[in-house]
Each structure stands twice: as C-alpha cells, then as structure tokens.
C-alpha cells in the first residue's frame, strides 16, 4: 500500500496554495498515508494551515533554526531520513520544488519523476516533455520510492476542511553550511493576486513596447481584479519582473481566465497556458500562433484595444453586474 | 585570481528550439528524422559563463563535456568553437535518465579534479530539470540553481537565483555546482576563424564502462502520445464584442 511524504512549500508564515495541490494528486491513487512535512524555524501556523488540507493524515513538523528559509542542500538531507517508511515523496513543480527534490532523489540513490500530470496509479504516472508537444507514460519500480514533483497546474488544490494531527520530530542528520541564504528580491506584485494561483492573467509581450506602455496590462489586470504575467521577450527587455513569466522556463499556470496581449504565441509561452479555462488573444497580426489555441481572438492594435477593454470591464465592475 | 583550476560544462545535443517537434504517428517516439540539432540553450548559457570567468582570470581552463552518440561531437565542436578549451565525449547510445547523467558527471568532476561545473537548468527535450541537483547531492556541494548571476569572491560563489517569489541571492562555499537561467549572460556568436581553430584543440572519448557506471535504467516508458487539442475558438471584431464573448463564458 502506497504512503506518501508531501513537502511542503511555504514562506515560514503562510503554506504556499502547491501543497495543497500535491494533496490533490496524491489522493488520487487513494494511498494509506498522506503526510506533509513541514521545515522551518517555527513551523506552527504553517503546520495548522497543512493539517486543514482535506485528505492529509498527518502533519510533522520538524523545527530547526537551520530551516529558516528554504534551502534545497539543507532540506534534503532532513528528507531523506524522515522518508524512511514513505513509498512516495512529493514536492510541487515550482523552484523551490524543482530545486528540492531532484537532490532528495539522488540522496536517496533514486531517479525522479518530473511535472506529474496525472496518476494512472500509484506507480503509473503521466508527464510532460518537449515544451509540452508531447506526454510520456512512464512506471516507477515498486521496490524503490517514488521522488517526484507535482504539476501545479494539472490539479484543483484540496479543500481546507479537514483536521489532521500534527506531530513534531527532530532530525539526526548533521546539516551542512556551505549553502546560505543571503536575501530575497522582489519587486512585482503591487497587491495583485499570485500569478501562480490567480483565476484570472493578463499578460504583456514585447508588442506592449516599453515598461512605460506595460502600465496597459496593468491596468487591464486591475479592472479584472487578475494577476500581471509576461513572455520572455517582455521579461528580457526589462518591461516586468522575472517572475511574471509565464512558459515552459517560467510560470505553468492555469487560470479560469488568461488575457495575451501583443504576445506572439511561441511554443514555450503556449507551453505555459495550455490548462487554462478560457485564452484570450489581443494582437495586431491575424496570423500570430497565438490565434491557433485562443478560445477568442481579436485583431486589433493593443494600444487602442485593452484601455477601451479596461473601461468597458471596469465600468462593469463598477456597476456591480 | 584564479579561484577554480577546471570549469566543466556539460552540452546536451537537443532539437534545435525553433523546431516544433511532434509525436511519430505510431506513438514510438519523437519525429526527429532530418530536424536541427543544436546545444542546449542552458548549456550555451553556461559555456558562456565559463569562458567570461576564464577572461576574467577566475580559472585555468573550460572543459566542455557530452554523454551521448559519436554525432555529439557536432556539439562539442561547437563548444570548442565558441571558446573551451578541450572536450570530453562519453559514448554511449543509450537514453540515460538524468540520475545516470549526473552519476557519469561525478566521475568527470573527479578525473579532472574540476571544483565547479555550471550547466543549464533544463534540457529544453527532456524538460527534467534534475541533472545539476543530483550531481550536487552525490557530490554532497553546494547547488545554486536556476542562476542569473554569478560571482566569485575568493572560495565563496554568490548567485542570484529565478525562483518563483522573485531574485533570491544565495551565498555557496566552492566546490559547488551552478544551473543557469536564460539571463544570466547573451552566448557569443562563433566566428568562422574559431570553428577552424576549434578543429585542432583536443576532444577525447571515454566510456560509460571506463567511468565505472552502470546505466540502470529506473523507469518504464510505456508510451508517448501528443497533448491533447485545444478546441478552436472564434474570432471578434471589436472589444464589445469581445466583452460579450468573455460574458457568455461566464468568466467575467
Ligand atoms: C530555451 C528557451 C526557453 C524559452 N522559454 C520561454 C518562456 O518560458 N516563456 C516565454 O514566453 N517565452 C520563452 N521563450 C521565448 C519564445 O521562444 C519567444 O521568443 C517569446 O515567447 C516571444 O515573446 P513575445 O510573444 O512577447 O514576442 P514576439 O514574438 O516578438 O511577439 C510580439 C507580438 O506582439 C504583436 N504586436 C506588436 N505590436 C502590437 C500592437 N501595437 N498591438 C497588438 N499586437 C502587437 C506582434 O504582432 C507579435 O505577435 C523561450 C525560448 C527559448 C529558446
Ligand atoms: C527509456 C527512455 C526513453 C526516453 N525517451 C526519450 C525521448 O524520446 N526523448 C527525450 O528527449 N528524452 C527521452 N528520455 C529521457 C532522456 O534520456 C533525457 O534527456 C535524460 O533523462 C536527461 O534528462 P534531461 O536532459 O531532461 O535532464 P535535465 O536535468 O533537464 O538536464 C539538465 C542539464 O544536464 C546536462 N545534461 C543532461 N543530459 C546530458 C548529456 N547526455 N550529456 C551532457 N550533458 C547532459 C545538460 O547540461 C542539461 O542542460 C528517455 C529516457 C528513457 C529512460
């Protein structure tokens, strides 16, 4: 019978909405065991938010000063030992996750599944490669456990009213030094909703021109209450934040709703968007890609186009309908 | 100062990333008969780092390496061209899992005593993302991964992380490994001189069997299929009509 050890990603306040994700796809082979591990240096409120997810049976907290902030050369080790009894550890396919548990696998002497997108069983898995051209059906041995990351995007997170107990441990293992946390730089945001888990994205690409013009998209975001994302031509040129990309070396997000905005439609951005509800294609050339997979299209110059949108949607906002 | 003697960067031959490659009709594998071949994007990212350390006098020599088939050396030719110093091929016509990739690195690392190896994030065919960390944790050094910028003050490297909250500055003790994103440096164009210069600087082979590794092959592919389609959509004329589209979705 399957057990499962889930990582979870936070901040060392709040659990990052992955986790619960994780959840999702564990509980779809219907193991024995989901437990989630939390690291960090007090790991209270973020252990509470991990026992409500519907579905974990158990939480362990494991405490150290150490744990402070995320590091994958000082998280795996705690991993590996507290894996033991575990057939399956997960972690979700954000960096961190991406970062964590490729090194948690080779500690562990396993390989490690990328980017599960679905669980046939508990051994069978769906993932992933070529930008998205293509899926692999691939079987993990059952004599050795499962290391894998969960695409976040292919699974609805699990609701939070469950009540699992939580327990404490602490690790044996010697931590090493040579990896430390210097800082965290983050500039975007500007209280808009976390591009990873919003419901609805408005995008820019390099047809919005300038970081000057880029204030276009935000606006747009902000009439929709949405998140702000970007290509990697926007990203390069420095008109957004390299955390608003959005494709298969950015952001896979999947949001109900997902405005593209002078982005052309280059198969790495398309690789980032294909699970979203309703796509949403604003450009000046009919024949951009994009067109090929949007649920609506409208040729159109952006310049003119989104603030016009942007009035008509926040005019509807405002009248409440 | 010299702050490391030998760099190794590993080159992955990959479809070319302008190429839209699809699933073979019959679900065997990928149609790549005929298609472009080129370094991966991420490894041309890390030579490039590589040699602008060399130029700053921070290490003895850049050591370009592949794990694959004879038809690789078109890559690492290229990674001569562009600036390493020698090459390494380790031949082998199996498809390794990045766990066997990373196992053949430790061996290079040790034969060359190399105490850096920057290498791309991801391969842009496999999509993995693993081969840097596991090399790491089997090294038992430090990772700084998806990395978009990079320095070296005595035996301490610091880096400048993509990670999803934004830039995180991490600080490691060398030796280490470095994974790069795609704006830690633009790769230099190769001259045509240097593609001919490139000729005559060393590559040598070596096998997976002289490395003392096993190919073990964990996981089972039981098929490969294309995603699914996207139904098409409709086109509008003008933002009114978009508005009532995005109304009839239900979505706004
Ligand atoms: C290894 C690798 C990884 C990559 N990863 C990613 C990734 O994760 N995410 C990503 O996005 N890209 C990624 N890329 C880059 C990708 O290939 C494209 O280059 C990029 O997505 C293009 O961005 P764009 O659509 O904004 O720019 P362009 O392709 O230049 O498109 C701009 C569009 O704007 C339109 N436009 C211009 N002016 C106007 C106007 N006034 N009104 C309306 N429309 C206008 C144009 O018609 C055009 O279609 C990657 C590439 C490589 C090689
Ligand atoms: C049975 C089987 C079938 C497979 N079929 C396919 C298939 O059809 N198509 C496919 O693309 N993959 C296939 N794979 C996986 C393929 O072998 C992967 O490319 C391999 O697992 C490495 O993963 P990656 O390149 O995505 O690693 P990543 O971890 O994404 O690579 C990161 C970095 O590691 C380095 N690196 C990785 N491999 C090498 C190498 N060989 N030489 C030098 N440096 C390297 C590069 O610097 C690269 O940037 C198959 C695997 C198996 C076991």
Redesign the pocket.
């Known amino acids: 019978m399957a057990r499962v050890l889930i990582v979870a990603e936070h901040d060392g306040r709040a659990l990052n909405a992955s986790t619960a994700k994780c959840v999702s796809c564990a509980a779809s082979f219907a193991p024995s065991a989901i437990d989630i591990a939390v690291f960090a240096s007090d790991g209270g409120a973020v252990a509470a938010q991990a026992a409500a997810l519907e579905g974990a049976t158990g939480v362990i907290r494991v405490d150290h000063p150490a744990n402070e902030n995320a590091l994958a050369a000082v998280a795996a080790p705690q991993i590996a030992e507290l894996s033991a009894g575990y057939t399956h550890v997960f972690g979700p396919s954000t960096t961190f996750g991406k970062d964590l548990m490729?090194r948690v696998a080779a500690l562990l002497g396993v390989g490690q599944l990328?980017d599960i997108m679905n669980a046939e069983s508990a051994w069978r898995f769906k993932r992933p490669?070529?930008a998205g051209n293509a899926i692999?059906t691939v079987e993990a041995p059952e004599d050795r456990p499962v290391v894998a990351t969960v695409r976040t995007a292919s699974y609805q997170a699990a609701e939070d009213s469950g009540n699992a107990p939580i327990s404490q441990r602490t690790i044996e293992t010697e931590l090493p030094t040579h990896t430390r946390y210097v800082e965290l730089r983050s500039d975007s945001g500007g209280g808009r909703p976390d591009l990873q888990t919003a419901s609805r994205v408005v995008s820019g690409g390099r047809g919005v021109g300038s970081s000057e013009n880029f204030q276009i998209i935000e606006r747009l975001a902000d009439a929709l209450g949405a998140a702000v994302g970007a290509s990697r031509a926007a990203v390069d040129a420095g008109y957004a934040g390299n955390d608003l990309q959005v494709g298969q070396t950015g952001k896979i997000i999947a949001p109900d709703l997902y405005i593209a905005v002078g982005i052309s439609g280059a198969i790495q951005h398309l690789t980032g968007i294909k699970d979203a509800g309703v796509i949403v294609a604003i450009n000046k050339d009919s024949e951009a890609p994009l067109f090929e997979v949007a649920d609506i299209g409208l040729v159109a110059d952006l310049f003119a186009a989104v603030p016009e949108l942007a009035e008509a949607l926040g005019e509807q906002a405002r009248s409440g309908s | 100062m010299t702050v490391v003697d030998t760099i190794l960067?590993?080159?992955?031959?990959?479809v070319d990333a302008n190429v839209r490659v699809r699933v073979k009709p019959d679900g065997s594998?990928?149609a790549l008969d005929g298609v472009k071949m080129s370094i991966?994007p991420?490894?041309e990212i890390?030579l490039e780092e590589a040699l602008r350390i060399r130029e700053r006098g921070e290490t003895g020599e850049v050591v370009v390496?592949?794990?694959?088939t004879q038809v690789?050396t078109q890559q690492l030719r290229a990674g001569l061209a562009m600036g390493a110093d020698r090459a390494i091929l380790?031949e082998t016509d199996q498809?390794?899992?990045?766990l066997?990739?990373a196992r053949?690195?430790m061996a290079l690392v040790e034969r060359e005593h190399s105490e850096l190896v920057i290498?791309?994030?991801?391969?842009i065919?496999?999509?993995?993302?693993?081969?840097?960390q596991?090399l790491a944790a089997i090294w038992g050094r430090p990772q700084a991964c998806f990395t978009s910028h990079l320095r070296f003050s005595d035996r301490v490297a610091t880096a400048m992380r993509e990670v999803d909250a934004g830039l995180e500055v991490i600080e490691v003790d060398l030796p280490a490994v470095v994974?790069t994103d795609l704006r830690l440096n633009e790769p230099r164009y190769t001259k045509l001189p240097d593609i001919l210069k490139a000729k005559k600087k060393p590559l040598q082979t070596l096998s997976l069997a002289e490395l003392n590794v096993d190919p073990e092959?964990q996981?089972?592919?039981l098929g490969?299929e294309p995603p699914p389609q996207r139904p098409s959509g409709v086109k509008v004329s003008d933002v009114a009509e978009l508005v009532q589209a995005l109304r009839q979705k239900g979505v706004v």
């Open positions: 490729p990328s490669f070529y692999l | 960067v590993p080159l992955k031959r990959v594998g990928m991966n991420f490894d890390a390496v592949s794990i694959g690789w380790v498809e390794l899992e990045p066997t990739v053949t690195l290498l791309g994030k991801q391969a065919d496999g999509d993995n993302n693993q081969t840097g596991m994974t092959v996981f089972r592919v490969i």
